[in-house]
C-alpha cells in the first residue's frame, strides 16, 4: 500500500506519543492532537473527564443504556489515547479500542490502567485505515466519534460497512460523521493540498505536528447519510439520522432526531443490524 496523506498527521502524532515518559506529557505536548484544548496545564485525568462527562450523555440520548449493559460488548472506532474508553470500560463488559496507530493503542491501554477498568479492554490495530480484523456478529455495538471525517471517502464508507459487518443482528452501530457547510469550499482543497504536502520527506513529518495544518489535513470528507446509508440499507433497520436543531441535514427513509448536545457541523447515524 503506497503512503497516503491522510494517514501521516495521526503516525506522527503516534511516534510523538511513543517519545514521552507518561499520559500527561503526552496530553500536554501534543493536546492539539486530541481536542481543543491546548497548554501546559491540561493533565491526562482532565483529559479523560471530558470523556467521562460526553459518554453517558451520549448513551443515553441514542438508547444504549440499559440492564444488559454491562454483560454486552463494543468496539470503539477510533480511540486515540483512550479518552472516551475510559468511560466505555465502566459500561460494557468488554470493550475492543481500534486505531490506526499503534502508539495510540499502547497510551490507550495505560489510560485506562489508571482510569478504567483495564480487565475488559482489548486493543485492535486497524493498520490499513479501512478493515477491522473481527469476526462477523463480534460486538453488541459499535461506535465512533470524530474519526470518519479524517478518512478517505472510501476508507471511510468501507469503516461504517465494517462497522455493520461485526455488529451482531439487533445490535447497534453508533456513528458520527461531518456535514458539508459553506466553508467547506476552502477547506477541502486546502485539506487536500496539505495531505499533498504531508507526503514530503521532513516537511510532512513537520507539518503534521503543527495543530492548525493537521487539523486542516485531517478535513478529508463530508459524506451525506445518504450515501451511507444507501449501500447498507437491506443490511439495517430502525435507522436514524441524528442532528443539532440547527442542522438541516436529512437521510433518506432515516427518522430524524435531533439534540442540541450534537456539534452543528457534526450528524451522527444509529441503526441496527438485521
Not at 178 to 204: A, E, K, N, Q, T
Request: glycine share 10%; aromatic share 10%.
Amino acid at each position: 500500500m503506497g503512503r497516503r496523506g491522510q494517514l501521516v498527521p495521526w503516525k506522527s502524532a503516534g511516534r510523538i506519543t511513543e517519545r514521552q515518559t507518561s499520559g500527561d506529557e503526552v496530553v500536554k505536548t501534543t493536546g492539539w492532537v486530541f481536542n481543543n484544548e491546548t497548554g501546559s496545564t491540561l493533565t491526562l485525568e482532565q483529559f479523560v473527564a471530558t470523556g467521562d462527562s460526553e459518554v453517558p450523555a451520549y448513551l443515553t440520548v441514542f438508547g444504549l443504556r440499559d440492564a444488559d449493559t454491562e454483560q454486552q460488548s463494543m468496539i470503539e472506532i477510533g480511540c486515540g489515547i483512550g479518552r472516551m474508553t475510559c468511560a466505555f470500560t465502566r459500561e460494557y463488559g468488554s470493550v475492543v479500542a481500534s486505531d490506526l496507530d499503534a502508539g495510540f493503542l499502547e497510551r490507550c491501554y495505560e489510560t485506562v490502567g489508571q482510569f478504567g477498568k483495564i480487565d475488559r479492554l482489548r486493543t485492535l490495530h486497524v493498520a490499513d485505515g479501512r478493515s477491522l480484523d473481527l469476526p462477523p456478529n463480534s460486538v453488541d455495538v459499535a461506535f465512533s466519534y470524530i474519526t470518519f471525517q479524517h478518512c478517505d471517502p472510501d476508507d471511510a464508507l468501507e469503516l461504517t460497512s465494517e462497522a455493520v459487518r461485526v455488529t451482531k443482528p439487533g445490535g447497534r452501530i453508533v456513528l458520527n460523521y461531518r456535514s458539508r457547510s459553506s466553508i467547506d469550499v476552502i477547506v477541502l482543497p486546502l485539506g487536500g493540498l496539505v495531505r499533498g504536502l504531508f507526503r514530503v520527506p521532513g516537511l510532512g513529518g513537520w507539518l503534521a505536528s503543527r495543530r492548525f495544518f493537521a487539523r486542516l489535513g485531517w478535513q478529508a470528507n463530508r459524506l451525506s447519510p445518504d450515501q451511507i446509508i444507501g449501500p447498507l440499507a437491506p443490511l439495517l433497520r430502525d435507522v436514524e439520522v441524528w442532528r443539532n436543531p440547527k442542522s438541516k441535514v436529512t437521510g433518506y427513509q432515516a427518522s430524524i432526531k435531533e439534540f442540541d448536545g450534537i456539534n452543528k457541523n457534526h450528524y451522527w447515524i444509529v441503526a441496527t443490524p438485521r
